[in-house]
T-cell receptor
């Protein structure tokens, strides 16, 4: 039982390049989330998904796209990276009930030059 | 709309001293409340949570928190700090919103430094 895994762990991009961050969970959770974490700003929600085939925008969705083709995977895409997207990205998943715990991946550090 | 306020972005305590990390929330419905801990270069992990029932909640590593509805607070405490407690702590509130989406809102975090 690996929980929530993220790949890659670290990446350096040049401005304008694209990349995809992969999140996988093996807990059969319905809900999945992508957050970014920046110093002094806590966690900000980028996009989320309430089930396979569904996605929705969070607080800071601009410049990102997501897909949830399989229940266990949630992909975050950057079509044209910008220095403002330098951050640590966390994926999380949780079950259907409101009181359930979110489980977080180890994070992906992204540096955009 | 729900919100979470953590007072103090940095807190320093001496080893063996009381740890008190403050969290206040606003919510239009009875909330579910969480404390998560983040060690350097790691993801967040659950310390404890309040759902219903007893308002004093015990978590891992000797931490506990008390839900006080009248004060809209959920402060985290530990009687005696240990060096291994140095980390960043996040308070979060979860509630259902229109359409069934379960919105989770995080505070901006409090970095705990433990001084030998």
């Amino acid at each position: 039982n690996a929980g929530v895994t993220q790949t890659p762990k670290f990446r350096v991009l040049k401005t304008g390049q694209s990349m995809t961050l992969l999140c996988a969970q093996d807990m059969n959770h319905e809900y999945m989330y992508w957050y970014r974490q920046d110093p002094g700003m806590g966690l900000r929600l980028i996009h989320y998904s309430v089930g396979e085939g569904t996605t929705a925008k969070g607080e800071v969705p601009d410049g990102y796209n997501v897909s949830r083709l399989k229940k266990q995977n949630f992909l975050l895409g950057l079509e044209s990276a910008a220095p403002s997207q330098t951050s640590v990205y966390f994926c999380a998943s949780k079950g259907k009930q409101t009181q359930e715990t979110q489980y977080f991946g180890p994070g992906t550090r992204l540096l955009v030059l | 709309a729900q919100s979470v306020t953590q007072l103090g972005s940095h807190v320093s305590v001496s080893e063996g001293a009381l740890v008190l990390l403050r969290c206040n929330y606003s919510s239009s419905v009875p909330p579910y409340l969480f404390w998560y801990v983040q060690y350097p270069n790691q993801g967040l992990q659950l310390l404890l949570k309040y759902t219903t029932g007893a308002t004093l909640v015990k978590g891992i590593n000797g931490f506990e928190a008390e839900f006080k509805k009248s004060e809209t607070s959920f402060h985290l405490t530990k009687p005696s700090a240990h060096m291994s407690d140095a980390a960043e702590y996040f308070c979060a509130v979860s509630e259902s919103s229109l359409g069934g989406y379960q919105k989770v809102t995080f505070g901006t975090g409090t970095k705990l430094q433990v001084i030998p």
